[in-house]
């Protein structure tokens, strides 16, 4: 794809790229886009291109190493453009054809045969296997996973494994016991030609975007519990999964990574939690669900938001790129079909897609399933590898067993309260202060999964951010030349990435430096001091932060005991802590949540301000409206010249 775009004159810039464009970047959806265009039309919901996007379509948007071989009959994208479209309302209990000729240059398909042949998907077949994971290897992996969340390297993860079955029932009749047996919101069934079919019963939605509102949304599911025998055992359930802080923490952290990506897309301000923890039932399952929308800012298009969404973390993980780096490594078969999505791009600019998940890929006379559990450092390594089994077996059951009674009671068959909840009016800002020119932030991505949330937030006190992964020349903060750098959380240690060396292009520039998580430990290791090991992570949780003092620059307004939300395994060693740097913040087990320089414009907090943890009296947007304001002004050039000696 890259040799046929380059071929066509469109080439991948040279250098570094700010990350608000990567979705811009030469890839197939170049080609989707100008698809779209040239057949837009605003007046049609229903026409557009359907079916499915592979999971290693994520590999061409942001690459990691290849550790799996692939088959080289797989495909990472089959779309359909249908001339005929059945249209069910299941509510009114009616069904609506619609049918569509074209023409072009004289020619049309008026009068052409309609018909198409039986799509069999081939005889079945034995597996070689009836899982790619010995009983007792997915826990082993749980075990391995741990160990990388107590170092930082992630936060969750989301591996899954694979469940193999002659297909003795065509796809037709699979679907139609699923359909009975096991209702979901996002039914398919799918003819992707070549021999290779889709039958699924996806609970998630991946992203819908409507084109005349301009909204994007997305409904995260993470959190799992068994149904009970009946509706009391449901309910006792339903107690326990709203309990568990393990479930809690997962969601939080699904939700969080979920409006940053939308915060790639969306005007500053633009994002909001709709709904919290809302259960939903299946008919095995239990479910816990936010509800996130935001409105797209108007140089970006569903694509843009589909793109910057791949693909959720509810089948990766976070940070996303090292959780998709772990899958790669560690999972026993590549992907395919599974964790990409199905549905619609719309030429009215709409967009209609669900999560490939609860789904059965047919080839070769063989049906398998893929499931996977989201893992954390509290995680049971055998409770996890029992949840897998447990959310494969409708299906397994719907692929084996012709009349098999479903366990449970039908599922939901939607989100329950959806637009319900009232827009503010306006976004909250700092619009009303006199902040002079708008101030620039150049913020340091250190490949995290929450750094277009922090950059919304930053780009609500009116300030301009254009974001660089970590690794770009000095020489790019004289191009952009920042009021200030802000350096963002990430996995792994400071060192990893080559911070000491932004800090020193930074104070050389006289350029004032905010950091959050990461970034606070790096300007600890750049002062002198070290870091320390936490006995437990603590990942999507939150605590009580309490001021120090008068909190310095970037506390200011804030009140002296507020709670945060932390994603972090290091932490800044009091013991060692250099003196220029005075603790502005702790929590009430004396753990540094907060650094400022005593002579340079230089602050950073242990916790995540932009975390939905840290929403509660506006505390996190007040925090980095404080740093932009506060720190956001030049380096005195004294302090500049004894930045050397102050280290």
């Known amino acids: 794809m890259t040799q046929a775009l380059s071929a066509a004159g469109v080439a991948h810039p040279a250098g570094p790229v700010a990350e608000e464009e990567r979705t811009r970047l030469p890839s197939a959806f170049t080609v989707l886009r100008a698809l779209v265009a040239a057949l837009a039309g605003p007046h049609d919901e229903l026409w557009g291109l359907y079916g499915a996007f592979g999971y290693d379509l994520v590999l061409g948007f942001d690459p990691v190493p290849l550790h799996q071989d692939r088959d080289p009959r797989d495909r990472t994208l089959v779309l359909h453009l249908p001339d005929r479209i059945l249209r069910i309302d299941r509510r009114r209990g009616t069904?609506?054809?619609?049918?569509?000729?074209?023409?072009?240059?004289?020619?049309g398909t008026a009068g052409l045969d309609r018909t198409t042949p039986d799509a069999p998907c081939g005889p079945p077949a034995e597996p070689a296997t009836r899982r790619d994971h010995a009983p007792g290897a997915y826990a082993q992996l749980v075990r391995r996973?741990?160990?990388?969340?107590?170092?930082?390297?992630?936060?969750?993860?989301?591996?899954?494994?694979?469940?193999?079955?002659?297909?003795?029932?065509?796809?037709?009749?699979?679907?139609?016991?699923?359909?009975?047996?096991?209702?979901?919101?996002?039914?398919?069934?799918?003819?992707?030609?070549?021999?290779?079919?889709?039958?699924?019963?996806?609970?998630?939605?991946?992203?819908?975007?409507?084109p005349r509102a301009r909204t994007v949304e997305s409904c995260p599911i993470s959190g799992t519990i068994a149904r009970g025998r009946d509706a009391l055992?449901?309910?006792?359930?339903?107690?326990?999964?709203?309990?568990?802080?393990?479930?809690?923490?997962?969601?939080?952290?699904?939700?969080?990574?979920?409006?940053?990506?939308?915060?790639?897309?969306?005007?500053?301000?633009?994002?909001?939690?709709?709904?919290?923890?809302?259960i939903e039932l299946y008919s095995r399952l239990i479910h816990t669900v936010d509800h996130v929308r935001g409105r797209l800012r108007a140089d970006r298009d569903a694509l843009d938001a589909f793109l910057t969404h791949m693909?959720?973390?509810?089948?990766?993980?976070?940070?996303?790129?090292?959780?998709?780096?772990?899958?790669?490594?560690?999972?026993?078969?590549?992907?395919?079909?599974?964790?990409?999505a199905v549905g619609r791009i719309g030429f009215d600019g709409g967009l209609e897609t669900a999560?490939?998940?609860?789904?059965?890929?047919?080839?070769?006379?063989?049906?398998?399933?893929r499931a996977g559990a989201t893992l954390l450092f509290d995680s049971d390594p055998q409770a996890e590898e029992d949840e897998t089994v447990l959310k494969a077996s409708a299906l397994l059951d719907a692929v084996e067993n012709p009349s098999g009674p479903a366990r449970g009671r039908d599922a939901s068959a939607g989100r329950p309260g959806r637009g319900a909840v009232p827009v503010p009016a306006r976004p909250w800002g700092v619009a009303d202060w006199d902040t002079g020119r708008p101030r620039r932030v150049l913020l340091v991505d250190h490949q995290d999964s929450f750094v277009h949330t922090l950059a919304d937030y930053v780009r609500q006190t009116g300030a301009e951010v254009v974001t660089y992964r970590a690794g770009f020349p000095a020489e790019l903060l004289d191009a952009e030349r920042p009021d200030l750098l802000l350096l963002s959380p990430g996995p792994g240690r400071p060192a990893d990435f080559g911070m000491s060396g932004v800090l020193d292009g930074a104070l050389l520039r006289g350029i004032p430096v905010f950091g959050v998580c990461l970034g606070l430990q790096g300007i600890v290791e750049?002062?002198?001091?070290?870091?320390?090991?936490?006995?437990?992570?603590?990942?999507?949780?939150?605590?009580?932060?309490?001021?120090?003092?008068?909190?310095?620059?970037?506390?200011?307004?804030?009140?002296?005991?507020?709670?945060?939300?932390?994603?972090?395994?290091?932490?800044?060693?009091?013991?060692?802590?250099?003196?220029?740097l005075m603790v502005t913040a702790r929590t009430s087990d004396g753990t540094v949540m907060g650094v400022e320089h005593r002579v340079l414009p230089i602050a950073a907090v242990q916790f995540?301000?932009?975390?939905?943890?840290?929403?509660?009296?506006?505390?996190?947007?007040?925090?980095?409206?404080?740093?932009?304001?506060?720190?956001?002004?030049?380096?005195?050039?004294?302090?500049?010249?004894?930045?050397?000696?102050?280290?």
């Open 233 to 278: 055992e449901d309910a006792e359930q339903i107690r326990t999964l709203l309990a568990s802080v393990k479930e809690e923490s997962e969601l939080t952290m699904c939700t969080d990574v979920d409006r940053n990506d939308k915060a790639r897309v969306c005007v500053p301000g633009g994002v909001e939690v709709l709904a919290r923890r809302q």
């Open 526 to 580: 750049y002062f002198g001091g070290t870091l320390g090991t936490l006995p437990r992570p603590v990942h999507g949780k939150p605590s009580p932060v309490e001021v120090v003092g008068d909190g310095g620059t970037v506390f200011r307004d804030l009140p002296a005991r507020f709670r945060a939300g932390r994603y972090h395994s290091l932490y800044a060693d009091t013991r060692t802590l250099p003196a220029e």
């Open 355 to 369: 999560l490939t998940l609860r789904t059965v890929q047919f080839r070769d006379g063989v049906a398998t399933v």
């Open 95 to 107: 069904a609506t054809l619609h049918s569509y000729e074209f023409s072009y240059a004289g020619h």
């Open 145 to 210: 996973a741990k160990e990388r969340f107590r170092t930082g390297d992630l936060f969750e993860v989301v591996p899954g494994q694979s469940f193999h079955r002659r297909a003795a029932a065509p796809p037709s009749e699979v679907f139609r016991r699923l359909r009975e047996r096991n209702p979901a919101p996002y039914g398919l069934l799918m003819n992707l030609a070549d021999g290779e079919h889709l039958v699924g019963a996806s609970p998630e939605m991946f992203v819908r975007v409507d």
């Open 608 to 647: 995540h301000p932009e975390s939905i943890m840290t929403s509660a009296e506006r505390a996190g947007r007040t925090l980095i409206a404080n740093a932009v304001t506060g720190l956001g002004r030049s380096v005195p050039a004294a302090a500049a010249a004894t930045a050397g000696s102050l280290r």
């Open 311 to 340: 693909w959720a973390v509810t089948v990766t993980g976070a940070p996303k790129r090292a959780a998709i780096a772990f899958v790669e490594e560690h999972e026993s078969s590549p992907r395919r079909w599974y964790g990409g």
